[in-house]
């Protein structure tokens, strides 16, 4: 599950990749572009002594994820090897929509046994890839998608991907029960997110009929746990910060009772390349004693920030740059759960560094994540959208309820929605106003934006030349203004990426016309 990564190792893998180097850029993609493999498939880990079969994207090597160089196109054999439908999403790329990986939208889901070519030029940075069915993504059907820039392979440090997931031994349909007997719950109707409602020829249901198909009661019948936890906000209203309480946390496969060693140079530099793939989980990144640089966030550049801590929400990436101490040693990188004192992580040590024991369980429980979005109004990208004024404005509301739990986009939930319009090559700018108590992931397909207003709270409308994104947090009772170029003709996904939300409606669709 770890990749680690040296120029000097690159340089010298092969004659051949030095010699593609030097091709003009055109000759680059195309040498460099060779069809990749990809099995959406089961596999067995061992979480804290106990096995759990879950499911997994292998590439041709065995492990998970995909890796592509400088030039190279994302060319890729999909194969499903499970025995139940599925469609990956490839999440933080722009691809022709028909490649988009939404079921019914337009492609419907491959069938089992079914294989799939894609073909398109990459977006390069830190993305990833899972599946669009929300069920399968909460049984780790997700790995990463690195895509390496010129400037990647010019700098002399070690490239380290992490990817961190939430995990539970309950089948995610008794996750759902558990999370509200609230009047409205027996009202749910999973079967109203059918991505075919959009008149599509073949839609295949997110959830409800899908839920029981998709968890192949692999986990149906060991215990699950959960819970709405809570925590004041600065005005003193209770924000609801995890509603699951999962049975483990993830890093590169593992927790902290075995967490995995990464072998580093003495006085190197360290590339981060940090995935939160969990389905609905927040996390701090703690750098503990190195000071980190934050470089990138979902894939694209910012202006250098230094800390020790940084957060993010499902979905969204991060990219720190850590300068190691000249001596032996071992340096915990820890994600910590928002709100709680559960955490997991990786050990960074030299090659004699000794590596202690770390704490499943921190003192404290850590913060919740950028209520003020004091981290957000930091970000200042390194290339910007060019300035024109916004051919449409559009007000996006987001609200919902704990009981019943039900989740809404300008208050209609998928398959009751309401499209949002624009034209192709417009400009447009998107205000997400959260009207709940709890926060938001909101990520749209086939675009990346900028942020570019911040609000809520105790701060007033602010404007900023913010990070480019393709998924941003929204905090409760806050508004945050998103500003972007209309790309393909076509219906494109706006959805929260935290997956029960997502599975009880917050979801609707980016309609762009010619």
Same mark, same amino acid.
């Given at each position: ?40 498939t ?6 804290d ?82 599946s ?9 059907l ?43 719950h ?7 997110m ?11 249901? +997110?959830?409800?009929?899908m ?26 209203m ?66 250098p ?6 957060g ?41 560094g =000794? ?38 404005? =559009? ?72 990070? +480019?994104r ?21 219906r ?11 599975i009880?409606? +917050?979801?609707t ?6």
């Amino acid at each position: 599950m770890s990749f680690r990564y040296t120029r000097r190792r690159f340089m010298a893998t092969t004659a051949a990749s030095a010699a593609a180097l030097s091709l003009p850029a055109g000759l680059l993609a195309q040498a460099n572009s060779p069809l990749q493999t990809l099995r959406a498939t089961r596999r067995t880990l061992d979480i804290d002594g106990q096995a759990a079969t879950v499911f997994g994207l292998e590439n041709a090597a065995g492990r998970q994820g995909l890796i592509l160089n400088p030039g190279e196109r994302f060319k890729v054999r999909l194969e499903n090897a499970l025995d139940i439908e599925t469609i990956i999403h490839w999440h933080g790329q722009i691809p022709p929509n028909d490649q988009d990986g939404v079921p019914g939208a337009p492609m419907p889901a491959l069938r089992p046994g079914e294989t799939r070519d894609y073909d398109f030029s990459p977006l390069a940075g830190t993305h990833w890839m899972h599946s669009h069915f929300p069920v399968q993504e909460m049984q780790l059907l997700a790995a990463p998608l690195i895509v390496r820039s010129q400037d990647d392979l010019a700098q002399d440090r070690q490239e380290v991907v992490l990817i961190l997931q939430d995990f539970s031994f309950t089948s995610p349909d008794e996750l759902m029960a558990n999370i509200d007997h609230g009047p409205g719950h027996g009202a749910m109707d999973h079967g109203a997110m059918d991505h075919g409602a959009m008149d599509h020829a073949s839609g295949t249901g +997110m959830a409800g009929g899908m839920m029981s198909r998709m968890t192949g009661g692999d986990h149906g019948d060991m215990p699950g746990m959960s819970r709405m936890g809570a925590m004041p906000d600065m005005q003193g209203m209770e924000m609801d910060l995890n509603d699951i309480d999962f049975d483990a946390y993830l890093a590169n496969d593992r927790t902290l009772s075995d967490p995995e060693v990464v072998r580093v140079e003495r006085g190197g530099r360290v590339r981060l390349r940090i995935i939160n793939a969990a389905a609905a989980t927040v996390f701090w990144i703690d750098t503990g004693s190195i000071e980190g640089r934050l470089v990138a966030v979902d894939g694209h550049a910012i202006v250098p920030r230094s800390g020790r801590r940084f957060g993010f929400a499902m979905g969204q990436r991060l990219d720190l740059e850590l300068d190691l101490p000249a001596e032996e040693g071992a340096w915990p990188i820890l994600a910590l759960r928002e709100g709680e004192r559960e955490r997991t992580g990786i050990i960074l040590a030299s090659p004699s560094g =000794e590596v202690a024991r770390v704490a499943e369980l921190s003192d404290e429980a850590a913060p919740a994540f950028d209520y003020d979005l004091a981290q957000e109004s930091s970000l200042q990208a390194r290339a910007s959208l060019p300035r024109r004024d916004a051919a449409s404005r =559009e007000m996006v509301m987001l609200g919902g309820t704990m009981s019943p739990y039900r989740w809404t986009i300008n208050d209609r939930t998928w398959g009751e929605h309401t499209p949002i319009q624009a034209r192709s090559g417009e400009r447009v700018e998107m205000m997400f106003h959260n009207m709940s108590m709890m926060a938001h992931p909101m990520h749209l397909h086939g675009h990346v934006f900028q942020v570019v207003g911040i609000g809520g709270r105790n701060i007033g409308m602010q404007r900023i030349d913010g990070a +480019m994104r393709d998924t941003v947090h929204i905090p409760p009772m806050s508004m945050v203004t998103i500003a972007f170029d209309a790309g393909e003709a076509a219906r494109w996904m706006l959805h929260c990426h935290h997956m029960p939300h997502l599975i009880t409606g +917050m979801m609707t669709e980016l309609v762009v016309t010619a």
